[in-house]
């Protein structure tokens, strides 16, 4: 973070402990410890420790909590990157597909991965197919999902 950002960060610490014996040269040296840390994960370590500190926390204090921050903020993405590949597993494209064609498109052709049905409709030619599955990849997961139970 930038200097003026830790200065922040360290008068935000002062500023919920203000008993502690503050004074320029602490808040320099605060700051000065803390810089390396991102400014964004620090606000989130003053306020843990603003939940969890009787007393003002020193850095060694802080430095902890920016570490579970870290931790937090790494396996939410962690999280967020198994959820973005979820649609893939949840829908597979051809069902995207078919899920734009009759609902959308009112188009009752049966697709192919539908034949152990034994269904005497039309056969779903492959441009066709593309072009509802291309359509389907821009369509939210959620929006999909809505038009399967609600058919809108």
């Not at 930038?2 to 320029?24: C, D, I």
């Not at 973005?84 to 995207?96: E, G, K, N, T």
């Not at 498109?105 to 991965?113: I, L, T």
Request: aromatic residues 8%; hydrophobic residues 45%.
């Amino acid at each position: 973070m930038t200097r003026e950002e830790a200065l922040t960060v360290a008068g935000m610490v002062s500023s919920n402990w203000p008993s502690a014996q503050w004074n320029e040269q602490t808040l320099d040296a605060y700051a000065r410890a803390i810089e390396w840390m991102d400014p964004a994960l620090a606000t989130k370590a003053v306020m843990r420790a603003v939940q969890e500190c009787e007393f003002y926390p020193k850095v060694a204090v802080l430095r902890d909590f920016y570490g579970i921050e870290k931790r937090l903020a790494d396996s939410g993405s962690k999280i967020q990157k198994q959820l973005d590949a979820l649609p893939s597993q949840i829908m597979p494209p051809w069902v995207r597909g078919y899920v734009v064609s009759r609902v959308r498109h009112k188009d009752m052709r049966v697709w192919p991965e539908q034949i152990d049905q034994d269904l005497d409709e039309a056969l779903m030619p492959k441009d066709a197919q593309d072009a509802y599955i291309a359509e389907a990849e821009g369509l939210p997961i959620e929006e999909l999902f809505k038009k399967i139970v609600v058919g809108a």
